[in-house]
């Protein structure tokens, strides 16, 4: 059984940081890519990061510059760091992983239960 639990989100004010950390856990082969999407109310869920297991990362042009995605293959988990945050940004946000599990020659993908993360003053 696998599973992504994420942590990390809450209110923070305009122009605050927030870390979301995402981990992996179960039986676990491989993880290929990793990302974070969010979905804010009424509206669809977008993709805000990705990274492959070799590092390449990708971001939405709303958060280019402002978030970083890294991961740490040892400890299968992502984090993504948000700075300059703003009002925008409101939403929740969700974890992606492509695994493959141990005894699967298949990966599936799984998704973290959300996180919310509140821009306020």
């Known amino acids: 059984q696998v599973q992504l639990v994420e942590s990390g989100g809450g209110l923070v004010q305009p122009g605050g940081s927030l870390t979301l950390t995402c981990a992996a856990s179960?039986?676990?082969?491989?993880?290929?890519?990793m990302g974070w999407y969010r979905q804010a109310p009424g509206k669809q869920r977008e993709l805000v990061a990705g990274?492959?297991?070799?590092?390449?990362?990708t971001y939405a042009d709303s958060v280019t510059g402002r978030f970083t995605i890294s991961r740490d293959n040892a400890k299968n988990t992502v984090a993504l760091q948000m700075n300059s945050l703003k009002a925008e940004d409101t939403a929740v946000y969700y974890c992606?992983?492509?695994?493959?599990?141990?005894?699967?020659?298949?990966?599936?993908?799984?998704w973290g239960q959300g996180t919310q993360v509140t821009v306020s003053s």
């Open positions: 990274i492959n297991s070799s590092g390449t990362t």
């Open positions: 992606n992983a492509n695994i493959a599990s141990s005894g699967s020659v298949y990966t599936s993908t799984y």
């Open positions: 179960g039986s676990i082969k491989s993880i290929g890519r």
